[in-house]
Structures are given as C-alpha cells and as structure tokens.
Nanobody
Framework: QVQLVESGGGLVQAGGSLRLSCAAS????????MGWFRQAPGKEREFVAAISRDGGVLYYADSVKGRFTISRDNAENTVYLQMNSLKPEDTAVYYCAAGAVGRTSPLRYDYWGQGTQVTVSS
C-alpha cells in the first residue's frame, strides 16, 4: 500500500512557475514508476508526465514538453513536477500516481493522491 500526498498547487499568472511535490509513504517508493496527471472541469483526466523507478526514463505529454520537468528523489520518497511558462490551459487538478509499470496510461497506475489545484490566470 502506498499513500500519496500532493502539495504546491495554487494561483499563478500566465508565464509563471509552480513546483508540485508528491510525498509517498512506505519503504518501497523506489519500486514504483511515478506519474502526474491532470483533470480540468468537464474534461477527462489526462497524462502530463511520468518517470521510471530509477529516474532514468521520462515521458511527457506534447502539451507540456519543454515547459514541465518531472523528477524524483528516492531517498526522500518524493516526486516533483516543475512547471514553467504556465498557460491558462494548464489550469486543472493535478494528481500524482504510483504504479508498477507506469508510463502514460492511467490504467497502469495503482495508487493515486487526492490532487492539488493549479489555477493559471491570464
């Protein structure tokens, strides 16, 4: 069992930056691939970024490539999402997730956090 708690969301102007964190409980954090997803009102949950268990393989949605960076610290049981050059269309609830396989499909993740709101004003 893994429990995930996101933090770092908030209100920011377009062009600004935020750094999301996701703290995981348990001693097996390094056994899980990690991902970030987001869901805007009235839309389906969509993939944002993912990172392999050792941090060596990264995946990004085309919409965030070049602006967002995913990273992890296995010693601190934490995964991060650095978001730069934010746009109003990035507004959503952001969720972190853990899975044995991970990658881009939400079906490959077994554990989810409660989410953190990110709002980008124009």
């Amino acid at each position: 069992q893994v429990q995930l708690v996101e933090s770092g969301g908030g209100l920011v102007q377009a062009g600004g930056s935020l750094r999301l964190s996701c703290a995981a409980s348990g001693r097996t954090f390094s056994s899980y691939a990690m991902g970030w997803f987001r869901q805007a009102p009235g839309k389906e949950r969509e993939f944002v970024a993912a990172i392999s268990r050792d941090g060596g393989v990264l995946y990004y949605a085309d919409s965030v490539k070049g602006r967002f960076t995913i990273s992890r610290d296995n010693a601190e049981n934490t995964v991060y999402l650095q978001m730069n050059s934010l746009k109003p269309e990035d507004t959503a609830v952001y969720y972190c997730a853990a899975g044995a396989v991970g990658r881009t499909s939400p079906l490959r993740y077994d554990y989810w956090g409660q989410g953190t709101q990110v709002t980008v004003s124009s």
